[in-house]
Structures are given as structure tokens and as C-alpha cells.
């Protein structure tokens, strides 16, 4: 058995070596909410960055990059304190099922590591990160039998059950990964045992892999300093207070061209009500109600727009606006309209029959000139007979 020494400062900086790892879970968030392109919980905690004083790790970076100079398992602590749920009760479920110490330790491993899939948050969520907290995968077990989730979820969940069932447990925070050791003295299984505290007996927990027994740490796979934060019942969490919906700037009204109008013409000038307070305002117009593709777009600084290109004819078109108040958009405002018709092809006449002869044929004036000149001579003729 190797020992390995975890020196702590505040909350528990490491030099070892140790294992590569991906990046947790708690009681469910009721409400998410999105801003400037990250989602945000009930506790206002960033579920899809691990880094600032509202990332789910709130990791706080110096310029030198790793280590971080501060860690906090915010995601965590959603499932403790005031907010134990369903993953805190499983472990407690546990404790009443297995008296034995270390054989519980081990049975909350495997009902762990053998009802989540790994499954980074790229190939799951479509994101690079999003985090779930321990009661929203214990749900999630709970309902479908299985999880997706990548190593901050393994971490946090093995770290409240592992609360819940009577044992000390602390996050560690590595470059790469999120991993969870428990304090498990005289624990003999494990290849090597951490010492935290003073204390040694500390037991990596790496459930991401189905064939990993509990106690194993993949040596020399995971390389330089890691923080360590041990979780306790006496810290808080508080909820927050999600941006009120009401401060941000109202939907425009009164567009022009207004909903359903048909017989648009293919230049139309687009206009809206003004927005008090409006710094500008966002348009989009598209061939079809999902706005994919955009067929045009503009940030006009009034309630106005022209920069449409030439439309098509009989086409229905739809086009949003929103307001934007120094940097915070609005809810966007939907119309549709259709272009008119295409005009009626003019009728082509027949051609006109062509010249033969290239011009005036000079027999068909003189021969009729010819007739009228005999029949007079005839008539004088017929005449002088009669006087004779």
C-alpha cells in the first residue's frame, strides 16, 4: 500500500500525482434561468462554468493559471444544510442497510459507479459544460435507472451520500477533473491512502469507469496541485433572487408591416412602436418560423428599419424585434406577412407577315391603272358607234 501526503493551506492544496479525470449533484433546482449565454439555479450558482464567485466550483484563477487560489464546492452544498433531499436520504438508506463501516463505504460506490453512465457534457448536453447537483441525478436514477453525467456529478453525488451515511467527504478539485475522496481509516483495500489534516485515511472514490473497485487511484494519470475542500453540514448556501423579468426593457408594439398583412410589397420599410428607454433595437427577418436561416438582419437605433433586401414574390415572410437598453435585450415580438403576387404576363401579339420582294412590285400598281385606261377606251368606243 502507497501512502500519499495531501498538505493542506486553508482549504487543502496537494502536490501528488493523480488521476486524469473529467468534470456534480444536489436538490433539484426549480427554476434555471439564462444570462449573457450561461444558465444560472435557484441559488444563482453558474451551471455551466466551474470558474468565478457564481461558478459551480467557484474556482478563482490568478494570473499564473493552475492552481486555482481558491476553490468552493458551491454545487455541492445545494444538497446540504437546509436542502437535504434525495441524495442525502440514500445515503442515510444505506447507513440503516449496511452496519458494517467499510462494506457500506463500498456498496454506495457501486450503486454510484453502476447507475451513471460517463458521459462528458459535450456528447450530452451539446455544451461544454452543465452541471447538474446531486438531487437532480439521484432523481434521475431514481426514475430512468440510469444518469448521464461527467466526473463533477460522479463526485458530488458519492460526496452527499457519502454525508448522508455518516462519513466525512471532501471534493477535490484536479486540472481536468473533479474527483471525491471519504475518510476511511484502516480501510485496507485501497492502492493508495491520502493523508489530509494530519489525518491519514482518506480514500480516492473514482466511480467513472465501471470496472474501478472503490479505493483504486490511477496512478501517475493525473499530474499537480490539487485543492481539497472537505464538506460540512455548518456551511450555507443561500437562494438567490433571479433578474427580475419586469427590469428588462418591454416587447415593441404597433409593427409595421403588421401581422398577417398579404400583398406587402417586396421593399417594405419595417417600423414599431418606440421603447421608453431603448438604447436600440434587434430585427431578424426569415422564410420560416424558426428564424433558421436568417434571411436578414439590422440594429437599427430607432424604431425603423429599411435594410431589407428585394423579396420574392408571394412569399410569406416572417420577421422579430426586440429592444435592446445598454446591453439587455428584450422578449422578441413575432409578425408574419406575405409579398404580393407576381403581375400577369403581358399577351404577345402575332407576328406581322413578312415582305416579300424587298419592297414595291411595280406590276401590281401599273396593271390595275392598265384595266381602268382600256374599259374607259372601250365606253368612248361604245359611244361614237351610237352617234353614228
Not at 480514500?203 to 499537480?224: D, V
Request: aromatic share 12%; charged share 25%.
Amino acid at each position: 500500500m502507497r501512502k500519499l501526503t495531501v498538505f493542506l493551506v486553508v482549504l487543502v492544496v496537494v502536490l501528488v500525482q493523480v488521476l486524469p479525470v473529467s468534470a456534480c449533484f444536489a436538490w433539484p433546482s426549480s427554476d434555471f434561468y439564462e444570462e449573457d449565454g450561461d444558465i444560472f439555479d435557484d441559488w444563482c450558482v453558474c451551471r455551466t462554468s466551474s470558474v468565478g464567485e457564481d461558478g459551480y466550483l467557484q474556482e478563482i484563477f490568478t494570473d499564473e493559471g493552475w492552481p486555482p487560489a481558491s476553490f468552493w464546492p458551491a454545487l455541492a452544498f445545494e444538497s446540504l444544510g437546509e436542502y437535504i433531499d434525495t441524495a442525502y436520504k440514500l445515503g442515510e438508506q444505506f447507513a440503516d442497510k449496511y452496519p458494517d463501516y467499510h462494506q457500506r463505504a463500498e456498496k454506495i460506490f457501486e450503486y454510484v459507479r453502476d447507475r451513471i453512465q460517463y458521459t462528458p457534457d459535450i456528447d450530452w448536453w451539446g455544451m461544454g459544460e452543465r452541471a447538474q447537483n446531486a438531487d437532480e441525478v439521484a432523481n434521475i436514477i431514481q426514475e430512468d435507472g440510469i444518469a448521464h453525467a461527467d466526473c463533477e456529478e460522479f463526485a458530488t453525488l458519492l460526496a452527499v451520500m457519502y454525508q448522508g451515511a455518516g462519513y466525512r467527504s471532501a471534493i477535490v478539485d484536479c486540472p481536468r477533473h473533479v474527483g471525491v475522496v471519504v475518510y476511511l481509516p484502516d480501510y485496507q483495500r485501497a492502492n493508495v491512502v491520502f493523508e489530509l489534516y494530519g489525518e491519514p485515511g482518506w480514500i480516492w472514490a473514482e466511480a467513472t469507469a465501471k470496472t474501478n473497485p472503490f479505493g483504486w487511484f490511477p496512478q501517475g494519470q493525473l499530474e499537480g496541485t490539487l485543492r481539497v475542500y472537505e464538506l460540512s453540514s455548518e456551511e450555507h448556501l443561500d437562494l438567490c433572487q433571479p433578474p427580475d423579468e419586469e427590469e428588462l426593457p418591454p416587447e415593441p408594439e404597433r409593427c409595421s408591416p403588421i401581422c398577417d398583412a398579404e400583398d406587402i410589397t417586396l421593399t417594405p420599410n419595417f417600423s414599431w412602436s418606440v421603447v421608453p428607454g431603448a438604447t436600440g433595437y434587434e430585427i431578424e427577418v426569415s422564410t420560416n418560423e424558426d428564424f433558421d436561416p436568417i434571411l436578414a438582419s439590422g440594429t437599427p437605433t430607432i424604431n425603423a428599419w429599411d435594410g431589407i433586401p428585394q423579396l420574392e414574390y408571394g412569399t410569406t415572410y416572417y420577421w422579430r424585434v426586440r429592444a435592446v437598453e445598454d446591453g439587455v435585450v428584450g422578449a422578441w415580438t413575432y409578425c408574419l406577412f406575405s409579398t404580393e403576387e407576381a403581375p400577369p404576363e403581358e399577351e404577345e401579339l402575332p407576328p406581322e407577315p413578312p415582305v416579300t420582294g424587298g419592297g414595291l412590285n411595280p406590276v401590281s400598281i401599273i396593271l390595275p391603272v392598265v384595266v381602268v385606261l382600256a374599259l374607259v377606251g372601250i365606253i368612248i368606243l361604245l359611244r361614237r358607234k351610237r352617234s353614228a
